[in-house]
């Protein structure tokens, strides 16, 4: 699978836009329900004015005057009475009604039941609404883009107030600096108590992890130096010891000794970089030394089922020591242990040198985004992200789809 496809970003789901997605379609359903009300009063006021009609014509029938063209009296409606379906049509729910109304082979009709027989309206060419209809409807339809654009426009006003508070919380916490007095400031200038509590509470766990941080920083770095003792003794004893048994300097438990005792002196002089203010002139081969790291975690690689494929198609140079590349390769390895996922049957990591960047990507287990970014030794991605940024370099992480990648911009 190519970088660009584990790169692809997912469309950001944010509360601003589920509130305006919820208003919107509150406010629409609002307006149609309320243009539907609209048209049943209508009919409903039409119906009361047949009604009237109906009950004129009843006081025709009693003083024996001449009924109009559409109204005729019959003895009963018989089969034209109507049914269930009929009833629930026009909203006909009291049985007890005089009146009612029901169509049949394209005519309408009102009718009033009376003593001296009942009374059938034919109203299907009288009735103003049905005529008007599709003028009504074409207006609807016109007013509906406004009404649409309308109500977007105060989905968008309502969620931009109600949700001023957050926005200030995330302004807080995204721009400004957690122990500046910036960022006091701004806390201080929240009027609404329950966010401002929530703001100050953030603030004090986010100053705490940063504190926890820099004693975990300030350990790693002062074990680095304290390892350059036990690591010059093991040195100095394994040529004393090569030297007066020279048979065992060619074996393989000397070579893998040597070699481990190397590999801890390098990312002991790696970590010493972050307090050094020693400038670094040189520059490294970001090729050669991803391949013998990557050589190096061979053996680990096997046991934890860790394939790697590297996509090294640009031999960029960088302006970093070996020691510390190789510190943040094996800090980013360290990741893919912990939190890594099968594609298959191994964990396949992708190591990719394109666009003077460096990508580590790998499948991640299904957890949340935050333990992501945890490791269970070390500061992990933090330390990263501190040795990046003491060679003037950006280290940024991005979790998409739990597809993990690691990006190392090398301008």
């Known amino acids: 699978m190519s970088t660009e496809k584990w790169m692809k970003k997912t469309p950001t789901r944010t509360l601003f836009s589920r509130l305006v997605t919820i208003i919107s379609g509150l406010t629409f359903s609002i307006v149609v329900l309320f243009t539907a009300a609209t048209l049943l009063i209508t009919y409903s006021f039409e119906d009361a004015l047949f009604n009237d009609r109906l009950a004129l014509a009843h006081a025709k029938v009693k003083e024996g005057e001449a ?96 949700l001023k508070p957050f926005s200030q919380l995330s302004h807080i916490f995204t721009h400004a600096e957690y122990s500046s007095q ?52 093991m040195k100095n004893s394994v040529e004393l010891l090569t030297a007066s048994y020279p048979d065992l300097a060619g074996t393989g438990a000397i070579q893998r000794l040597e070699k481990s005792m190397s590999r801890m002196n390098r990312l002991s002089s790696g970590l010493l970089w972050l307090t050094s203010e020693q400038p670094f002139s040189g520059t490294t081969n970001v090729t050669k030394t991803i391949k013998q790291a990557i050589l190096q975690l061979g053996d680990v690689c096997k046991v934890h089922g860790i394939s790697t494929e590297l996509r090294l198609d640009n031999n960029y140079d960088v302006a970093m020591p070996e020691e510390v590349l190789e510190l943040i390769i094996f800090n980013l390895f360290n990741n893919v242990v912990h939190h890594g996922k099968a594609e298959g049957t191994n964990v396949i990591w992708h190591v990719e040198a394109k666009n003077k960047r460096l990508v580590f990507s790998n499948l991640a287990a299904e957890q949340p985004e935050y333990q992501l970014q945890e490791q269970h030794f070390g500061v992990g991605l933090a330390l990263v992200s501190r040795l990046t940024k003491r060679f003037s370099l950006v280290a940024s992480y991005q979790t998409n789809q739990n597809k993990f990648s690691a990006i190392i911009s090398l301008v």
């Open 182 to 233: 910036q960022g006091n400031e701004l806390i201080e200038e929240l009027k609404e108590q329950d966010v401002k509590h929530i703001a100050l509470e953030l603030q004090q766990a986010l100053q705490q992890k940063a504190e926890l941080l820099s004693q975990q920083e300030l350990f790693n770095q002062g074990m680095a130096h304290e390892l350059r003792t036990p690591l010059q003794v």
């Open 67 to 162: 009924l109009p063209y559409n109204i005729q009296l019959v003895d009963s409606l018989g089969e034209l009475a109507p049914n269930l379906v009929q009833q629930l049509r026009y909203f006909e729910f009291d049985q007890s009604s005089e009146f009612g109304e029901f169509s049949v082979e394209q005519r309408h009709y009102h009718y009033l039941t009376t003593a001296q027989g009942t009374l059938l309206y034919d109203t299907t060419d009288v009735s103003v609404v049905d005529k008007a209809l599709n003028d009504v409807l074409l207006i609807l339809l016109v007013l509906l883009i406004p009404t649409v654009l309308l109500t977007f426009w105060v989905a968008n006003v309502s969620a931009r107030y109600a």
